[in-house]
């Protein structure tokens, strides 16, 4: 057990003493908000309230769209490299390893992003496909990342986290909009469009299109085009209607370590992939008075994704009712029900397949949460706990207990005990999946298993936020997490199969362990035309392997950075020009020997008329390619320059 | 383990703690509609040139003319500085609007509109509202609704033949331009 008490009372102190919070949100002072802050900021009566997310007893990160235009990411992935306590690595130029505290991946197992309140995590293997989350950046009205177990409101899988995109009302995209973006690494265009339909409808159309380069070292050249609408009315004082929909297609040049059962044997292929899907989502809010209100919600989701080694088609269908209410004067409740129904179909090679290739799983899900003014406008205690059923793990309850303190209005503790899951998947339970030791020699098979656990997560978190002068807000937040039933692999035996030598081995759930970590958010307002968005984080990961589990996940000890860093200045100059910078560092991954690196992204924007904005940006400017996460061959994030104009009619 | 379970019941006993330390103050309750349109105006001083001719006199002058659907919480900007200028909130009546920098029109001044921006007509003076058909009168920023958010339309053109210059990134975030 590498872990000591000495260590957890640093973290302990760093979070109580180091002065910390959220944005100008938290300042009571109506002066000290920004135009950004008052565009994002909700207006709510005093009954009727959705407490802004920042004074939430939990650890709560914003992107707003000034964050979006000014950051010149044109992935959503990028974005998320502003928010402290996330693990965001470039592996190829269509894959992202992303975590939040931890267990980095090409596919990260305890997070959950929901688009839209639509769930994005695939249950084939409970990651995300974040090559198809790619939403044109001018339509997402925000991104707000909840770190620590978010499962019981936001759903299953939010383990580590939630990741929330929500995307601009139609009211808010009215007219038109041009943009072409020209560089060395991507080049694409988008064409928006927005009108009234009578008095209380608005709707938005787009296309985009989209080419990104090969990485250094890399075969993954990738183009994307998508297309949507959204439709948004207002029937009267007390109903709202809203329609979405969009569908994608696209290719990508994959490379993959190809097996089989004749010579070669083993050889990594590069390959063309298909990647295509869409979905339609139809949302109905309703007041029945000033203190309550419900959301009625049902999508459709279909993808499909050719990946050489293995075909996947995937159907989801989810009904979800919420309802929030005050009770009384202190209570505030929000429950709600749920129903999802998942269907694939796989067709998979001999170096993966799934058994049964196709299968169908039901998801029931209910929640209640309370929060409670113990003191009015002081002291408030939540209490909630989701309960689900689904086909894999049976019943499952997800509770979680926090209190906000606000002792003076320019700060807030917190603190939250919560217990979260995450249901094994598909992969766990029905994946084969073989590869050669030696080609020709000796071969060896992973295989899911029905017995497998969910992974069960106890997280115990403290935060405080602080404004101690006018132009700084400071969050910090302390937790650790301590885990049990995390992915090992057993031994099954060892056999002869197709006249070779064969080492079976099983998914089990035989390891436990902590994450503990800190993370340190500063925002400064140094002038009205100054500011810097910066951040540190420190997390460490201590797992054990038990019961001759083989301990394939004590990877994730090495796969997450212990130290990050990231500095964003950004200034407006004279003449209606803007400079932006992003500068990050983030320390080695000790597992899969990543050096670490720093880097750094430029931004300068030029807007002479509310109609036009032109802009330059450089990325990765420190190196000529640098890794940033183990795939196969090694590709490397390359230095880019892209050229971006805007155009509003 | 058996410190990192002591540690654990420490933590939860701080969580406790807290819930008993009850005597302490005040809690910045969500914004109402009004702090946020108060918080916009003050922003939008920052975003607005007024020429150096309307730039006399010590303080800056917030008018609000007709009901003050505010009450106190324009006396928080009171005393703040705009333009090196500190600032004073004024309630007036359609009379008496030549030394305001900002003027604020109630609703309840709607059928007044066209009295109120004739007696300033080509004074540099900033003319903000929030009804729908402020800016077809001639005045310049009206405040609207979106969802639950706050947002507001600009009529750059007669704020331009006042002599007021308005910044483009102002422009660009309103919902919608009049030039």
């Known amino acids: ?649 | 383990m058996d410190r990192f379970r002591r540690l654990k019941a420490a933590l939860c006993a701080l969580f406790l703690l807290g819930s008993s330390a009850a005597q302490f103050s005040a809690y910045a309750a969500a914004l109402n509609e009004y702090q946020i349109k108060a918080g916009f105006l003050f922003q939008f001083t920052k975003f607005i040139e007024w020429p150096s001719g309307a730039e006399t006199g010590d303080t800056f002058n917030i008018c609000v003319v007709g009901k003050d659907p505010f009450g106190e919480i324009l006396d928080e900007i009171r005393g703040e500085k705009i333009k090196n200028r500190e600032v004073e909130i004024k309630h007036t009546g359609p009379h008496g609007l030549d030394g305001c920098q900002l003027i604020f029109i109630s609703k309840s001044e709607e059928d007044r509109f066209d009295k109120i921006l004739n007696s300033v007509k080509g004074k540099s003076i900033l003319t903000v509202s929030e009804s729908p058909e402020f800016l077809g009168r001639g005045g310049m920023i009206n405040f609207l609704m979106s969802g639950n958010k706050i947002r507001f339309e600009i009529n750059d053109k007669d704020a331009k033949a006042s002599g007021l210059k308005i910044s483009s990134k102002l422009l660009s975030i309103a919902s919608r331009v009049k030039s």
């Open chain 1, 1 to 649: 057990m590498k872990f000591t008490s000495v260590r957890f009372w640093t973290y302990l102190t760093i979070a109580l003493f180091i002065p910390a919070s959220v944005q100008a949100a938290d300042a009571a002072k109506i002066t000290s908000f920004s135009l950004e802050d008052l565009m994002n900021t909700e207006v709510t009566s005093v009954t009727r309230s959705s407490r802004p997310l920042n004074q939430s007893a939990a650890a709560v990160t914003v992107i707003n769209q000034e964050d979006i235009r000014r950051s010149g990411a044109t992935a959503v992935p990028e974005l998320l490299r502003m928010v402290p306590g996330m693990q965001v690595a470039r592996i190829t130029a269509s894959q992202w390893a992303i975590s939040i505290r931890g267990f980095n991946g090409a596919l990260v197992t305890k997070l959950l992003v929901l688009v839209d309140g639509r769930t994005v995590y695939s249950p084939l293997h409970s990651g995300v496909y974040w090559d198809v989350q790619d939403l044109m950046p001018e339509n997402i009205e925000r991104i707000e990342v909840i770190r620590g177990p978010g499962a019981s409101v936001w759903g299953s899988n939010a383990m580590n986290g939630v990741i929330n995109i929500i995307t601009k009302d139609s009211k808010d995209t009215q007219g038109g909009l041009v943009t072409g973006l020209g560089g060395s690494e991507e080049q694409s265009g988008a064409l928006r469009y927005g009108g009234k339909i009578g008095e209380k409808t608005t709707y938005r159309g787009y296309g985009r299109y989209f080419n990104r380069d090969s990485s250094h070292d890399g075969n993954d050249a990738w183009q994307m085009g998508q297309g949507g609408i959204r439709v948004d009315s207002t029937l009267n004082e007390k109903d709202k209607l809203a329609f979405d929909g969009a569908y994608y297609n696209g290719e990508e040049d994959l490379r993959t370590t190809f097996s089989t059962l004749t010579p070669p044997f083993r050889e990594v292929m590069n390959a063309d992939g298909v990647i295509s899907g869409g979905h339609f989502l139809s949302r109905w809010e309703h007041a029945y008075s000033e203190t309550s209100d419900s959301t009625l919600q049902f999508y459709y989701d279909q993808t499909y994704r050719d990946s050489v080694i293995l075909d996947e088609y995937r159907y989801t269908g989810d009904i979800d009712w919420r309802h929030h209410f005050m009770l009384g004067d202190r209570n505030e409740v929000v429950w709600g029900l749920g129903y999802r129904l998942n269907a694939d179909k796989t067709k998979g090679t001999f170096s993966a397949y799934f058994d049964p290739g196709s299968r169908t799983d039901n998801l029931y899900q209910a929640f209640l949460q309370d929060t409670i003014a113990l003191v009015p406008d002081k002291l408030w205690f939540t209490a909630g706990t989701r309960l689900e059923i689904n086909d894999y793990s049976g019943f499952e309850a997800q509770p979680t207990a926090r209190l906000l303190w606000q002792p003076t209005e320019k700060q807030s503790v917190w603190g939250a005990v919560s217990r979260a899951v995450r249901i094994p998947s598909r992969l766990d339970h029905d994946l084969q999946l073989n590869g050669w030791f030696t080609p020709g020699v000796r071969l060896g098979r992973l295989e899911g298993d029905h017995d497998r656990d969910s992974e069960v997560l106890y997280a115990y978190e403290l935060g405080y936020r602080v404004q101690p002068v006018k132009r700084l807000a400071l969050d910090v937040t302390g937790f650790i997490n301590d885990y049990k039933n995390l992915t090992t692999t057993r031994l099954i035996g060892n056999e002869v199969e197709n006249g070779f030598p064969i080492t079976r081995l099983a998914v089990d759930d035989e390891m436990k362990g902590q994450a503990v970590g800190t993370e340190i958010a500063a925002k400064f307002q140094a002038t009205d035309n100054f500011m810097i968005n910066s951040g540190y984080t420190l997390l460490q990961i201590y797992l054990n392997a038990e019961n001759d589990g083989l301990g394939t996940a004590e990877a994730a000890e090495g796969q997450s950075p212990e130290h990050q860093i990231f500095v964003n200045p950004r200034v407006d100059l004279p003449f209606d020009l803007e400079l932006d910078a992003a500068l990050r560092y983030v320390d080695a991954l000790l597992r899969s020997r990543v050096p670490a690196y720093w880097e750094m992204d430029m931004r300068l924007g030029w807007r002479p008329t509310e109609r036009l904005e032109f802009s330059v940006v450089g990325q990765n400017l420190f190196h000529n390619h640098h890794q940033e996460f183990p795939g196969t061959g090694n590709p490397e994030s390359q230095r880019a320059v892209y050229g971006k104009t805007a155009v509003k009619f």
